[in-house]
């Protein structure tokens, strides 16, 4: 190709990228709860919303911090669910104010008896949505920052040295694995092109 120059830059023409067609992304909601019965109840708010269970995990100690212990008591535990419908990733501020009115449902008199965090998978990353502004976030609108927490690199997941620690040390490499092994599924069935 005939080279282009622009204030000393060379480029081969053709080699400037647009916009592309963005594949959908898997839901993912992180349940944060002291009781099975929480978790159970919230479960036909979230499925209404985001479409069938079709993972979930074995609850993971929440045991890396006492953030939430103030408002929500000791014996935190976190289950992870993933979604049937395939979505576009660009409605993750939409999905974390749904999230914040279930929760609002279900406060107590003390304050929240869940923590729901959504976000989603792709064929790179678990990305969580955020009320809480941090260097590492990206601002999606509506009050709504993206966190990154999880990375897929040399065929496995590992925490960025900016994510939590229950992130960091490894305990749910195994079920994003598997999640990942169901998303491909899911955009082979979708036809979507899978990278």
Not at 29 to 53: H, T
Not at 92 to 102: A, I, Q, R
């Amino acid at each position: 190709m005939r080279g282009v120059s622009l204030s000393g830059f060379r480029w081969k023409e053709g080699a400037v990228s647009g916009p592309e067609i963005v594949p959908p992304v898997l839901p993912v909601v992180s349940v944060l709860c002291g009781s099975p019965d929480s978790l159970e109840g919230v479960l036909p708010e979230l499925s209404g919303f985001f479409g069938e269970v079709i993972l979930r995990s074995t609850p993971f100690p929440f045991d890396k911090s006492t953030y939430y212990q103030p408002e929500m008591g000791a014996g935190l535990e976190r289950t992870w669910l993933c979604f049937s419908g395939l979505r576009d990733p660009s409605g993750l501020p939409g999905w974390k104010l749904f999230c914040f009115g279930v929760e609002e449902s279900w406060s107590g008199g003390s304050g929240r008896t869940v923590n729901l965090d959504p976000g989603y998978l792709d064929h790179g990353k678990l990305v969580l949505a955020s009320f809480k502004a941090a260097p590492d976030k990206v601002y999606m609108g509506e009050g709504v920052w993206a966190h990154t927490c999880l990375r897929y690199r040399f065929g496995d997941f590992c925490g960025p040295d900016h994510s939590f620690p229950d992130f960091i040390d490894g305990r749910f490499n195994v079920f994003f694995r598997e999640a990942k092994n169901v998303y491909r599924s899911l955009l082979r069935t979708a036809n979507t092109q899978v990278t």
